[in-house]
């Protein structure tokens, strides 16, 4: 309960530190107090002492307009002008806290020191995109969002479409039909949303976009970028940077450097090695120029409205790193599927280190008063989000020990919060993207670089709850006992230097209502029978319902997870506590939900299982047992004699 109540204190707290001025005050008081007495001299020392306070602040109240109480912002500003020591030296001495502002915004042409902002709210005309939109043709393909509908298709047709489908997984053929300028149609989000204002001091930030590609489809890359172009209100968009992940397609070469350059806001910059995502969104952030980074995929499409929410939030809060509501379009049709008031999400993980989402918990979602409220999730897909460029810096950017892609999201996640930052949905900020069923790329090095990241992950940010993702992946316990993921310190010091919380804080404080398994238990592994030597598996995609089968042993883990309890249940519990299951009457066994649910429930029969002497898994009661049948597993009748029957963990 407290810990809800915190989420709902952070709110109203920062409603406090932006409805009173914080400046205006305090000298005035100074004077006050020191009036009482009666030295002329004193008092004349104390008025010019005064003014030239009062001068200060001015200054920093016209250069900033903003203040925060974070040390981190503290630090940064003694990168910029001397004027800016001076005022914070002069204001220490005389015994204030005042949080420095802001570095002022960095577009060329204006003049930072002029940069007032006045009062009130954005009008519509002050949030007029960078581009407008041509006219669109009602009737074109995939208008409005719409699914691309084909038409009968010729024999060279049919062979362009298979080609882009097998190069991109997704259908570039529908892709390459539909206008770049593409319009979404109505604004559909929530009537909160549509409705949602944004006050002109402080003002919203400026942005750099960064989009990495590797091999990507010219319209849908174009089609991104307009995209961006046409909704991005102007004076926010400071660029848009295109990083190139060594990608080896013709049509990115010059012809793409030649294209963005007439529209003047875009620069592509090239990693000349293939080094994945993570480098080279560094590369993207050093060669930023706007207060803040908002990094997207090279296949999205933005909703009407979708920057100025995000960039919302980090002003009221600097250390929130935010992520928009994430849309599908479909990879066949290119359907933009509209914002609806419908079920949000939240992300989180497994056991395995795994993205995923999952609803937000009810009692949650009422503390929300509207639909601008953001949404605290624990983890974030990490593809679309908006953060602060300065506190992007301050909280680690990214582990560039990590290899091409993967675990960088929960990494971030974790670090993020153990940190003091957070991490938000914003639901009225929507982005489309197409999501696929597999990656068309290649990966240097295979699938083992993404287990290396997680490692290094779980060995910098959760103690001694590593040990529950080495159980579950095998693979990953080899390179933590092998010590083969590379040079950890630096990230070690960086969790020193912010005085980082541990992960049981996290686990409390953020996510309550994860599921944690047993760290003690002492049986796990794979169960392998001893008749055949395959292991017992769940299965692809088994989330509970499904008959376990029989596999060759891959001694990975995963799928073969399994943990026998104190009572006495075999659970493979990665995401969720799923119990083996024998059905009285059904021919196989399979796993469900455990019965048990925490101190007080007892264990279904069905999930009960005695590990015999002989290493029989038996039901006491029916004398039946667990038997290996080729590819199935059912009960049968016991004999401590029979090699089917016979399993032991691996
Ligand atoms: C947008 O809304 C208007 C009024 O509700 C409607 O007439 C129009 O057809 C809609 N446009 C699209 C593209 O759906
Ligand atoms: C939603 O809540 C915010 C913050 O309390 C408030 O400023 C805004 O007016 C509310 N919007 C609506 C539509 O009620
Ligand atoms: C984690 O931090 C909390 C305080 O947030 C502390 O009480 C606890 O002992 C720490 N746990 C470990 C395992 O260090
Ligand atoms: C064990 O026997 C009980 C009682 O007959 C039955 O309800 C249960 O389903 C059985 N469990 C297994 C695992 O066979
Ligand atoms: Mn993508």
Same mark, same amino acid.
């Given at each position: *309960? ?6 709902? /204190? ?31 001299? &004193?008092?004349?020392?104390?008025l010019?002492?005064s ?18 109480? +974070? ?13 800016m020591?001076v ?44 581009? +407008? ?8 393909p995939?208008?409005?969002?719409r699914?691309?509908?084909s038409? +009968?298709?010729?024999?060279a047709e049919? !062979? ?5 489908? $097998?190069?991109?997984?997704?259908n ?11 319009? /979404?149609?109505?604004?559909?989000r ?12 402080p003002?919203?930030?400026t ?14 890359l174009?089609?991104?970028?307009y ?16 990083v ?16 963005? /350059? ?11 090695e293939? !080094?994945?995502?993570i ?18 995929d090279?296949?999205? +499409? ?14 009221? #809060?600097?250390t ?6 994430i ?8 359907? &933009? ?21 999952e609803?937000?918990?009810? #009692? ?15 983890? &974030? ?19 560039? !020990? ?8 929960? #990494? *971030?996640?974790?670090?993020?919060w153990?940190?003091?930052g ?39 940010? *959760? ?12 693979? %990953?316990a080899?390179? %933590? !006992? ?46 392998e ?20 089968? *029989?596999?060759?042993?891959?001694k ?6 399994? #943990? ?17 299951? %024998?059905? =009285?009457? %059904?021919?196989?066994? $399979? ?12 264990v279904? =029969? ?19 047992c ?18 089917n ?6």
């Amino acid at each position: *309960m407290f810990r809800r109540d915190k989420g709902l /204190l952070n709110w109203s707290t920062v409603r406090v530190v932006f409805s009173e001025k914080p400046f205006s005050l305090q000298p005035v008081n100074m004077m006050r107090m020191f009036s009482r007495r009666h030295t002329f001299i &004193f008092k004349l020392a104390i008025l010019v002492g005064s003014i030239f306070l009062v001068l200060c602040l001015v200054m920093l109240y016209d250069v900033g307009g903003r203040t925060s109480p +974070e040390p981190w912002l503290q630090e940064l500003s003694e990168k910029h002008s001397q004027l800016m020591g001076v005022v914070r030296g002069a204001a220490s001495n005389m015994g204030f806290q005042i949080g420095a502002p802001l570095p002022p915004p960095s577009k060329p042409g204006t003049n930072p020191t002029s940069h007032r902002c006045p009062p009130g709210l954005y009008g519509r005309g002050d949030l007029k995109p960078h581009l +407008e939109r041509p006219p669109q043709d009602p009737l074109g393909p995939g208008a409005y969002g719409r699914p691309f509908v084909s038409g +009968e298709m010729s024999p060279a047709e049919i !062979k362009e479409k298979q080609d882009g489908l $097998t190069k991109n997984i997704f259908n570039q053929f529908a892709s390459d039909r539909i206008s770049l300028h593409r319009s /979404l149609g109505n604004d559909t989000r929530h009537p909160d949303c549509v409705g949602q204002q944004f006050r002109r001091c402080p003002p919203l930030p400026t942005t750099t976009v960064i989009i990495v590609f590797h091999n990507e489809a010219w319209s849908t890359l174009l089609r991104t970028v307009y995209s961006i172009l046409h909704t991005a209100p102007a004076f926010l968009l400071t660029e848009v940077l295109l990083v190139d992940d060594a990608s080896t397609d013709d049509h990115l070469k010059s012809r793409l450097d030649e294209y963005v /350059l007439q529209l003047g806001i875009v620069r592509v910059l090239r990693q000349s090695e293939r !080094k994945g995502l993570i480098t080279a969104r560094l590369l993207g952030a050093q060669a930023a120029r706007g207060e803040t980074l908002t990094f997207l995929d090279a296949h999205c +499409e933005c909703f009407d409205g979708w920057l100025e929410p995000l960039l919302a939030r980090i002003v009221e #809060e600097p250390t929130a790193v935010v992520s928009p509501e994430i849309v599908v379009i479909d990879q066949n049709s290119l359907k &933009f599927v509209k914002p609806i008031e419908s079920a949000q999400n939240r992300g989180n993980f497994d056991w395995n280190l795994n993205f995923g989402w999952e609803q937000i918990p009810d #009692e949650y979602q009422k503390q929300r008063k509207n639909q601008t409220y953001p949404i605290r999730t624990p983890t &974030f897909a990490g593809g679309l989000f908006s953060i602060s460029r300065a506190y992007f810096d301050h909280i680690g950017s990214y582990d560039d !020990k990590m290899e091409i892609w993967g675990g960088e999201n929960v #990494e *971030m996640s974790f670090r993020v919060w153990q940190c003091g930052g957070q991490l938000e949905i914003i639901p009225c900020s929507v982005v489309g993207h197409i999501f696929r069923t597999k990656s068309p790329h290649t990966f240097p090095n295979g699938k083992s670089v993404i287990i290396r990241n997680q490692v290094r992950l779980a060995e910098v940010w *959760m103690d001694d709850y590593k040990q529950l993702f080495y159980r579950r992946n095998t693979k %990953a316990a080899i390179i %933590a !006992k092998e010590k083969t993921y590379g040079d950890i310190s630096e990230r070690l010091k960086l969790k020193e230097k912010l005085g980082c919380k541990n992960f049981t804080w996290y686990l409390h404080n953020v996510y309550p209502e994860a599921y944690v398994p047993d760290l003690t238990s002492v049986k796990f592994g794979a169960l392998e029978n001893i008749g055949s030597k395959t292991c017992l598996d769940v299965g692809e995609k088994n989330t509970g319902g499904k008959p376990v089968t *029989m596999y060759m042993c891959h001694k990975s883990g995963g799928n073969q997870f399994f #943990e026998y309890t104190s009572h006495q249940e075999l659970q493979h519990n990665i995401n969720k506590p799923l119990c083996l299951h %024998a059905t =009285p009457g %059904a021919l196989l066994v $399979t796993i469900e939900l455990c019965s048990r649910k925490g101190p007080g429930s007892g264990v279904a =029969p069905e999930q009960v299982w005695h590990f015999t002497r002989a290493s029989l898994l038996k039901n006491l009661s029916t004398d039946k047992c667990l038997t290996m049948d080729g590819a199935k597993v059912v009960l049968s009748g016991c004999d401590s004699a029979n090699q089917n029957q016979q399993w032991i963990f691996s």
